[in-house]
């Protein structure tokens, strides 16, 4: 098994560690209402989801 023969120092750590931020959701707009929704999700305005209704709407 393989173990470092030195520590690495906390600038290299970090450095390493800069693209492990999370990143922000992305929206994509719903083809019935155009409101914002999450990707592969029911509307949760209007219940829709692939171009058909499968949830009554919120009143």
């Known amino acids: ?3 470092p023969r ?3 120092s906390n600038a290299r750590k ?3 560690r800069a693209h492990h931020a999370k ?3 992305h929206l994509s ?3 019935n209402c ?3 929704k999450p990707s592969h999700v029911m509307c949760p ?3 829709w989801y692939a171009g058909r209704q499968v949830m009554a709407a919120k009143d």
């Open 1 to 3: 098994m393989a173990v």
């Open 6 to 8: 030195n520590r690495h």
């Open 14 to 16: 970090n450095t390493k």
């Open 23 to 25: 990143k922000p959701k």
């Open 29 to 31: 707009s719903c083809s």
């Open 34 to 36: 155009r409101e914002a």
């Open 45 to 47: 305005h209007c219940g």
